[in-house]
Structure formats: structure tokens, C-alpha cells
T-cell receptor, first 112, second 113 residues
Framework: DAKTTQPPSMDCAEGRAANLPCNHSTISGNEYVYWYRQIHSQGPQYIIHGLKNNETNEMASLIITEDRKSSTLILPHATLRDTAVYYC?????????????FGTGTLLAVQP | DADVTQTPRNRITKTGKRIMLECSQTKGHDRMYWYRQDPGLGLRLIYYSFDVKDINKGEISDGYSVSRQAQAKFSLSLESAIPNQTALYFCATAGTKNTGELFFGEGSRLTVL
């Protein structure tokens, strides 16, 4: 599975869009990008995933660059409850190598 | 009730003791995982299982063992606990349709004195 690189921390003002970057320059063609978040010691929560097209759901949007080497998770109107650690992971569906390795993530602090 | 249930939620034990953390799920998922979380280190995969007869080591399996007693149950054991196994442990499940979407339990906080 491809390795990911994320900034360790970011700040965002409440009500503004939070844009969280992730670099996955070694991603291969059949690997998906997944985003999770973890709110203070709770179990991580799935947010969104994509292969090459941009995706949107009720929680967030995922923008994947054309070369697929990086992506951005967008929280359109951040609230204080969005303060959490956000994990970007890359996985290959199926097969024995689907281990879902989490890195250290980005701590997003939403400021009032 | 939670779909993925971990017991105990908190445990304090002494060095050398045997500890079992249990995980049960009602989602009907085949895939189950055990992760460990230490401050500043993110989540690290200990073991994972894709069905009842399948057990695989993760990144940090030394000092741990697992048992998949049924599709719904996946237990993690520390045969002889040591202080550096003090951590927050998470169980997770995934279906076969969207294998990247994990459903996590609430965590088991283990302290080894």
C-alpha cells in the first residue's frame, strides 16, 4: 500500500472551509484514497473515499489531482466539533495486502 | 447498542499477567482488525482476519496473539503483559464490498503497571 504524508497540524476558523492536504506520490492505479477522522480518543470514523474522480458526501468533499499523487479533504463550513485528527490512507481493494495502515494524521483545530 | 463492542473498556493490570481484550460485532462483516494507539504515533495494526480461518500479522504483532472464535468475535491476548503495552486498543470491522470503510469500536484502554 502507498505511503501518505500529511502536515502534523492545521488551524481553521469556525465557519470557514478547512482544506486538509495529503501527499501520496507512490499511489498505484488500483489504489483508493480514504479519509478518516478521530475525535479525541474515540474510534476513528470513516469520512469519504475516491479513486480518481472528485467525491462529495454530506460530511466533506475529496479532491484528487489528475496525476493522483495528492488529494485534499474539504470541510466546507468547519465547526468546533470538527476538531479532530484526520487520517489519509491509501489502500488496494481485496487481496491479502489490504492492511489499512494509518499514519499519524493531521490535527485540525477549529478556532472560535 | 454499538455495532462493534469492545470489552473491557478500561483495564489496569500488572506486569506478567495474561490479558484478553474481546471484540464482538453485529454488522455481519467478515473482516476484523486490532489496532493499537499510542500518543503521537497514530494507529498501528496488530493483527487482522479476513474470515474465521484466516489470521494475519500486522505491523506490531510481537507480544500479542489473536483468536477468531466466530465471524462476530475477534479476541486479542497479551500472554504476559509488559508496561510498554500500555495503550488504547481498537477493534474494527469491514465488509467485503467496501473493504476500506472500517467500523471501529469505542476502544479499550489498557494500563500495565
Amino acid at each position: 500500500d502507498a505511503k501518505t504524508t500529511q502536515p502534523p497540524s492545521m488551524d481553521c476558523a469556525e465557519g470557514r472551509a478547512a482544506n486538509l492536504p495529503c501527499n501520496h506520490s507512490t499511489i498505484s492505479g488500483n489504489e483508493y484514497v480514504y479519509w478518516y477522522r478521530q475525535i479525541h480518543s474515540q474510534g476513528p470514523q470513516y469520512i469519504i473515499h475516491g479513486l480518481k474522480n472528485n467525491e462529495t458526501n454530506e460530511m466533506a468533499s475529496l479532491i484528487i489531482t489528475e496525476d493522483r499523487k495528492s488529494s485534499t479533504l474539504i470541510l466546507p463550513h468547519a465547526t468546533l466539533r470538527d476538531t479532530a485528527v484526520y487520517y489519509c490512507i491509501v489502500i488496494h481493494y481485496g487481496g491479502a495486502t489490504n492492511k489499512l495502515i494509518f499514519g499519524t494524521g493531521t490535527l485540525l483545530a477549529v478556532q472560535p | 447498542d454499538a455495532d462493534v463492542t469492545q470489552t473491557p473498556r478500561n483495564r489496569i493490570t500488572k506486569t506478567g499477567k495474561r490479558i484478553m481484550l474481546e471484540c464482538s460485532q453485529t454488522k455481519g462483516h467478515d473482516r476484523m482488525y486490532w489496532y493499537r494507539q499510542d500518543p503521537g504515533l497514530g494507529l498501528r495494526l496488530i493483527y487482522y482476519s479476513f474470515d474465521v480461518k484466516d489470521i494475519n500479522k500486522g505491523e506490531i504483532s510481537d507480544g500479542y496473539s489473536v483468536s477468531r472464535q466466530a465471524q462476530a468475535k475477534f479476541s486479542l491476548s497479551l500472554e504476559s503483559a509488559i508496561p510498554n503495552q500500555t495503550a488504547l486498543y481498537f477493534c474494527a470491522t469491514a465488509g467485503t464490498k467496501n473493504t476500506g470503510e472500517l467500523f471501529f469500536g469505542e476502544g479499550s484502554r489498557l494500563t500495565v503497571l
